[in-house]
């Protein structure tokens, strides 16, 4: 009865928040730095991690999940190549002081290189049509704090509470009157607020999940307002090895489905498997539809206690249409 229960609630959460987040799509969002997977773990799963305990990057996918974490402390790092030789950053802290009474707190960091980019003016006496007026470097960052409790043993809360802010660079929009160009620099930072609840069934390893990411008033560059990639979760995910007589300390199969609705973009189904060996060797695999460009994602991942430590290393490989590959490395480690 309590299964059914938790079923029945979870179904009417989504449609309250798909009926009260019902929008026509506007095609675009600022700052989808945010939008981008930090973590090679999950995207190795096609970002189907909702219910899934992320250990260090919880509070960037569902902040509940990090009431779960093993150990008193776990920190990560992880790199992504993104397209365009545009590079992301990130870095989190996680600490469950009082073995969790109190709850877990938790840091977090995103920032991004974009890179040098040729900035370029209309200049009809060059046989080019424009003239070069110099390199501009745009950066955005995002730092936040987080905290989770578990209310009872099977259900937790979290929330993400971040700061984010994005410099476009200073650029020329016009002759200041003494053959040199009139800057101006657009840059825009807010506040916002990620959100999140697991709970655990009760039956086997089963796990339903719900996120609200990116949760910001409008932003503005210079008079242009503009919102912020806001997205709702939700998820389930299991280990399918529980409903058979193999040894669970040798193998495990998570299997996690999440439904995504963004607000730039039409609603997703996502779908990861992570088999487990020995809880050492991890081979992952994913895919969601509907996409642009993306495709299939796969990664693996390795495991291994290093005194009082335990360490872990992943990679994941992403097929992303005419923009070639995304490459994910990341390494956490907990104690």
């Given amino acids: 009865m309590k299964f059914n229960k938790a079923i029945i609630l979870f179904l009417l959460s989504f449609l309250i928040v798909d009926t009260g987040f019902a929008q026509k799509k506007r095609a675009q969002t600022s700052m989808k730095f945010l939008s981008v997977s930090p973590s090679a773990r999950a995207m190795g799963m096609a970002d189907a991690v909702t219910s899934v305990e992320m250990g260090g990057y919880s509070a960037l996918y ?3 999940t990090m009431a779960n974490i093993n150990g008193s402390y776990t920190a990560t790092a992880g790199v992504v190549q993104w397209i365009a030789d545009i590079n ?3 870095a989190s802290f996680v600490y469950k002081p009082f073995d969790g009474k109190f709850g877990v707190i938790g840091f977090n960091a995103i920032s991004v290189d974009y890179g040098d980019i040729i900035a370029t003016v209309v200049d009809e006496t060059n046989e080019r049509g424009y003239s070069d007026v110099g390199t501009i470097n745009p950066t955005a960052f995002a730092v936040g704090i987080s905290y989770a409790n578990a209310v009872t043993d099977q259900f937790s809360v979290g929330a993400n509470f971040r700061y984010s802010r994005q410099d476009l660079g200073s650029v020329a929009v016009g002759l200041d009157g003494s053959g ?3 800057f101006q620099s657009y840059m825009a930072s807010t506040g916002l607020l990620d959100f999140g609840v697991l709970y655990k069934t009760g039956f086997e390893s089963l796990q339903f999940g719900m996120a609200l990411r990116n949760f910001s008033p409008e932003i503005e560059y210079d008079e242009e307002s503009s919102e912020l ?3 709702f ?3 389930i995910s299991m280990d399918v090895l529980d409903l058979t007589d193999l040894d669970k300390d040798t193998h495990s199969l998570l299997v996690s489905i999440d439904a995504n609705r963004p607000r730039d973009f039409d609603e997703q189904l996502l779908f990861g498997l992570e088999y487990a060996f020995m809880e050492r060797f991890q081979i992952r695999g994913g ?3 509907p996409t642009d460009e993306e495709s299939f994602n796969f990664g693996f991942g390795l495991k291994q206690p290093v005194g009082g430590l335990t360490l ?4 994941s490989y992403t097929k992303f249409g005419v923009f070639g590959e995304v490459n994910r490395f990341g390494a956490q480690i907990g104690f």
């Avoid at 872990?312 to 990679?315: E, M, P, V």
């Fill in 62 to 64: 569902n902040p509940a």
């Fill in 88 to 90: 992301h950053n990130s």
């Fill in 180 to 182: 040199g160009y009139d």
């Fill in 229 to 231: 990639p806001l997205t």
């Fill in 233 to 235: 979760k939700i998820g």
């Fill in 287 to 289: 895919y969601g539809f």
């Fill in 312 to 315: 872990s290393i992943d990679y």
